[in-house]
């Protein structure tokens, strides 16, 4: 990979987010491959921040107004389709398909190079500090679909 972005947030890119993680020691098992799990914690990493890069502050959100905003996972979907081993640098590609009504879908990969490793689809369920659903305000929806 030439020309890499490593800022601390990742950037935007057009319909999406991109960011670069480096797996650590932490990430993997005995077997020096990522753990599982540990893919859940980079595309968290990758939706977090791809909100940041948007100006959206999560813990603004929930005093947005009387009813409070709050994202939360409603449904994933992952493929593994190959693992990543300690050192490799991951690039984690955050786009939005659908943001409207009471949910959002996001379409992540992480990749090494070329390689895709992950494909997940996420479904965010938009709700209220009360956890019931709310409508995504129309200016945060357009965000999304920028």
């Known amino acids: 990979m030439t020309n890499m972005d490593f800022s601390l947030s ?21 077997s020096g491959l990522v753990y599982h799990a540990r893919y859940l914690h980079f595309l968290e990493r990758g939706r977090t921040d791809y909100l940041r890069c948007l100006g959206v502050e999560q813990s603004a959100l ?3 107004d009387e009813e409070g905003l709050v994202f939360v996972v409603h449904r994933m ?20 398909t659908k943001a409207g009504g009471a949910k959002m ?8 190079g070329e390689d895709l490793l992950i494909a997940a689809k ?8 009360r ?13 999304f679909l920028a």
């Open 77 to 96: 979907e992952i493929d593994f389709k190959s693992p990543a081993r300690m050192d490799d640098i991951l690039e984690i590609r955050t786009t939005t």
């Open 10 to 30: 990742g950037h935007l890119m057009e319909h999406g987010h991109r960011l670069i993680q480096r797996v650590y020691y932490e990430d993997t098992d005995f």
């Open 105 to 112: 879908v996001l379409e992540q990969e992480i990749r090494r």
């Open 62 to 64: 929930i005093g947005i």
């Open 122 to 129: 996420v479904v965010i369920a938009v709700v209220n500090r």
């Open 131 to 143: 956890g019931r659903p709310r409508r995504l305000p129309e200016d945060l929806a357009a965000q």
